[in-house]
C-alpha cells in the first residue's frame, strides 16, 4: 500500500477515531506472527544452541503445515465472524489464542509444540480477516480518506514485519530460544489490552452478526467444502502414513512426506468445487467465475516463492550466506555496529557448524574453546542442552586436564561468570533419548528428548582455567574438531568466538522494500495510465509472476557462484532476491486480490474469497515442500527448478490474457 496525499488535509489527520487503535493492534499482532515465520523452521532444525534438532526435511514439512492451515483459517474465521461473532469478539477470540499459543511454545514441552502452533493457526484464523474488515467499516462510503486509512494500517503490518525478526534475534542470543515465543506472547497480550481499551470506540467498525440475504448457508459451505476436504485430507494422510509402508512403498514419503499427500488429496475436493462453481451461475456471471481460475493459480504459485523467506531462503541465509561481521552487507553492519554494554545483540556466535563452508582465512575459535571429547549422540545433548547423567559421568572421565564440570545454579543467582558460562551450559535428566535421522545425502544427525515433565537434576558446564581468566568450553566430537583446523586459519582468543549476524533479520528486508517501493510502483502504475499505455490488471498479474521468477533465477545465479553451496556468499544476494520479489509482490498481490471481489457475484464473495485463501495455503503448503526439495538439489538447480514452475505459470496467464481482460473489461474490474 502506498502512502498519498488525501484531498483534505494530510494522510495523518481526519481519521476516525478507532484507526490508530486498530493500527496497533494489528502492529502487535503482526510482530507475533512473523516473529513465529522467521524463527519456526531454524528452532526446530537447531542443535547447537538449545532448538529442537530436527532433521531439515521435517523442519520444513512442519514450516509447511503452519503456513498452510495460517493462511486457510481465516476463511473460516471470516465465515464465523460474519454469521455467528461479529469481528470484535472473533477479534479479541483470535489474540487470547495467539497469546496462549506463544506461552505453550514458550514452556519448552514436548507435547506444547504441536500445541502450541495449532492455537496461532486457529488464532490467525479469527484475527486476520476481521482486523482489516474494521478499517473498512470505520468509514463511509465513498469516504476519501478510506485509502490513506488502509495505508496507514497496512504501515503497521510492515512495521510488525520488519522488527519481528530484530525481536527474535535479540531474545535468542541474550536468553534462549523459549524467550523468543514468551517475548511474542507478551506483544499479543499488549494487543488484547489495547483491543479491550478501545472495545467502545470500536462498535463502530463491527457488524451484527447473523445470515445475509444472498449468503450461502454455513451449512451448505461446512457439507460441500471444508467437510470433504477433511475427510479427503484425514484418509490421504492415513493412507500414506500407514499403508504405504505396509505394501513396501515407504519410500514414497522420503520426500513427499504422509502430510503432503494428505494436504494434496484434501484439497481435491476444494479444487472440483471452484472448478464447478462458474456452472452454478447464470451465464452473464460466468465468465468472471471462470476468470478467477487463473488468478488463484498466480496467488498460489506467487506465495509458494514468497514464503519461502521461512524455508528455503531461511536456510540459505542460515548456511549459504557469509555472515561474519565486518562484511559489506547492510544486514551485517546493523549488527555488529549496534553495541548495548558491550553486546552486539543481534549478533550471535559462529559455532562449529557454521564453518562446514566458510571461508579458509575467518579465524576459527582457540583450540582451547573446544572439547573433542563427545560421540555424536552427546554432541547433539550437549547442542540441544539435555544430557542424561550416565553421558555425563564417561565425559567426566574423558575430560583433559584443565578442563573441570562446574555445577550452575538452577533458578538462582549467578555470578556474572557464571552468566557468560551459562551460555554453553547443559540440563541434566535421569534420561535423554536420542532419533537417529539420516538425510537425504545419507549424513545422519541425532535429535535428543527428555519425557515430557521431567525435572532437570543439575545444570552444568565444562570449564578450563581458573578465576577470573576461566572460560566455558563448548562440546564436539573429535572428527568435528579436526575439520575446523584442516587448514593453518588464524585462532581467536581463548574462550571466544566470532560474532554473526543472526540469519533470521534477512526476512526483514521484505517488509522494507515493501514500505521502501510502494510509491515508485504506484507512481509508475499512474505514469503508464497518463500515457494511456494498455498496463490492464491482468497484464499487471502476468509481469508479477515473470518478476516472481527472475528473483529465482537471481537466486540461481548465487547457487552457482557459491559452487553449489560449497563456500559461502554474500548477503547482498538475500536482499536482492527479496528486493526483486517484493516488485513482484507490489504487481501481484493486491491486483489479484482486488480481483477476486471485483470478478465476483455478491452472493458468491465468501466463497470466491475463501477459494483466494485456499490457494494461498496449497502454495505456502509447497514452500514447505520446496525446502524439503531443497536438500535433496543443489541450490542452483533448486532455484531453476522454481523459475521453471513460475515460467510455467507466466505461460499459462499469457494463454488466457485475452479472456482475462475481456472479463476485466466486463465487470468494470
Known amino acids: 500500500m502506498t502512502a498519498t496525499e488525501t484531498p483534505e488535509g494530510g494522510m495523518f489527520t481526519g481519521h476516525p477515531q478507532g484507526l490508530f487503535r486498530l493500527f496497533f493492534i494489528e ?61 470484535r469478539k472473533s477479534v479479541l477470540i483470535g489474540g487470547i489464542l495467539f497469546a496462549s499459543g506463544f506461552f505453550l511454545l514458550a514452556t519448552g514441552q514436548s507435547w506444547a509444540f504441536p500445541a502450541g502452533l495449532v492455537l496461532l493457526c486457529c488464532g490467525n484464523g479469527f484475527f486476520k480477516p476481521n482486523i482489516s474488515a474494521m478499517v473498512g467499516n470505520l468509514y463511509e462510503k465513498g469516504d476519501p480518506k478510506r485509502d490513506a486509512g488502509f495505508n496507514i494500517f497496512y504501515m503497521g503490518i510492515n512495521i510488525g514485519a520488519f522488527v519481528a525478526n530484530f525481536l527474535a534475534a535479540i531474545m535468542r542470543n541474550a536468553f534462549v530460544w523459549e524467550a523468543v515465543f514468551l517475548a511474542a506472547g507478551i506483544g499479543m497480550l499488549i494487543s488484547v489490552v489495547i483491543l479491550l481499551s478501545s472495545w467502545k470506540v470500536l462498535d463502530k467498525a463491527d457488524i451484527e452478526a447473523g445470515d445475509k440475504p444472498g449468503d450461502t448457508p454455513f451449512s451448505e459451505i461446512l457439507a460441500k467444502i471444508l467437510g470433504p476436504a477433511l475427510l479427503f485430507g484425514v484418509a490421504g494422510w492415513a493412507v500414506a502414513a500407514y499403508v504405504f509402508p505396509m505394501v513396501g512403498l515407504e519410500g514414497v514419503t522420503d520426500l513427499v512426506k504422509a502430510t503432503d499427500i494428505g494436504f494434496l488429496i484434501g484439497s481435491v475436493p476444494i479444487l472440483r468445487f471452484f472448478v464447478r462453481l462458474p456452472k452454478q451461475a447464470n ?28 524455508s528455503a531462503m531461511t536456510t540459505w541465509a542460515n548456511d549459504n550466506t557469509a555472515r561474519d561481521l565486518a562484511r559489506p552487507d547492510p544486514i551485517v553492519m546493523i549488527a555488529g555496529s549496534i553495541e548495548v554494554a558491550g553486546v552486539t545483540p543481534f549478533a550471535q556466535d559462529a559455532l562449529p557448524g557454521y564453518y562446514t563452508n566458510a571461508s579458509a582465512d575467518l579465524p576459527r575459535p582457540n583450540k582451547s574453546t573446544l572439547l573433542p571429547i563427545a560421540d555424536s549422540k552427546q554432541e547433539t545433548m550437549f547442542g540441544q542442552k539435555k544430557m542424561d547423567a550416565a553421558s555425563l559421568v564417561t565425559l567426566t572421565g574423558k575430560l583433559p586436564d584443565g578442563v573441570r564440570v562446574e555445577e550452575l545454579p538452577i533458578g538462582g543467582d549467578l555470578t556474572s561468570q557464571q552468566q557468560a558460562w551459562k551460555r554453553y551450559s547443559v540440563d541434566i535428566y535421569d534420561e535423554v533419548t536420542t532419533t537417529e535421522v539420516t538425510d537425504s545425502h545419507g549424513h545422519t544427525s541425532y535429535s535428543a528428548n527428555v519425557p515430557d515433565g521431567a525435572v532437570p537434576q543439575k545444570r552444568v558446564a565444562f570449564v578450563r582455567g581458573e578465576g577470573d581468566s576461566a572460560y566455558v568450553t563448548y562440546l564436539l566430537t573429535q572428527e568435528k574438531f579436526a575439520s575446523l583446523y584442516a587448514d593453518d586459519s588464524e585462532q581467536l582468543a581463548p574462550g571466544k568466538f566470532q560474532k554473526l549476524a543472526n540469519a533470521e533479520l534477512y526476512q526483514s528486508w521484505n517488509a522494507f522494500f515493501v514500505v521502501l517501493m510502494t510509491p515508485f510502483v504506484m507512481l509508475f502504475f499512474a505514469r503508464l495510465a497518463r500515457r494511456k499505455v494498455d498496463f490492464s490488471t491482468a497484464r499487471k498479474i502476468l509481469f508479477g509472476m515473470i518478476i516472481t521468477a527472475a528473483a529465482a533465477g537471481f537466486m540461481a545465479v548465487a547457487g552457482f557462484l557459491s559452487n553449489d553451496g560449497e563456500v559461502k556468499v554474500s548477503g547482498m544476494w538475500l536482499m536482492g532476491f527479496y528486493g526483486i520479489i517484493t516488485v513482484g509482490e507490489l504487481f501481484l498481490s493486491p491486483m489479484a486480490l482486488s480481483l477476486v471481489t471485483k470478478l465476483t457475484p455478491k452472493r458468491f464473495v465468501g466463497l470466491t474469497m475463501g477459494g483466494w485463501f485456499f490457494a494461498t495455503a496449497v502454495g505456502n503448503k509447497f514452500s514447505g515442500f520446496l525446502g524439503v526439495l531443497q536438500g535433496a538439489m543443489t541450490p542452483s538447480m533448486f532455484f531453476l527448478v522454481i523459475v521453471g514452475a513460475a515460467g510455467a505459470v507466466v505461460l499459462y496467464i499469457m494463454s488466457v490474457l485475452p479472456k482475462l481482460d475481456a472479463a476485466i473489461k466486463k465487470y468494470g474490474a
Open 27 to 87: 502492529m502487535w499482532e503482526r510482530l507475533a506472527f512473523y516473529t513465529m515465520v522467521g524463527v519456526l523452521l531454524l528452532y526446530a532444525t537447531d542443535s547447537e544452541t538449545g532448538g529442537l534438532g530436527w532433521s531439515k526435511a521435517d523442519g520444513n514439512e512442519i514450516y509447511g503445515l503452519y503456513l498452510a492451515f495460517v493462511y486457510f483459517t481465516p476463511y473460516v474465521g471470516g465465515l464465523l465472524a460474519d454469521r455467528f461473532l461479529g469481528y
Open 283 to 310: 451465464e452473464d456471471e460466468r465468465p468472471g467465475l471462470q476468470a478467477l481460475l487463473p488468478i488463484y493459480l498466480a496467488g498460489g504459485t506467487f506465495f509458494m516463492v514468497l514464503h519461502l523467506n521461512g
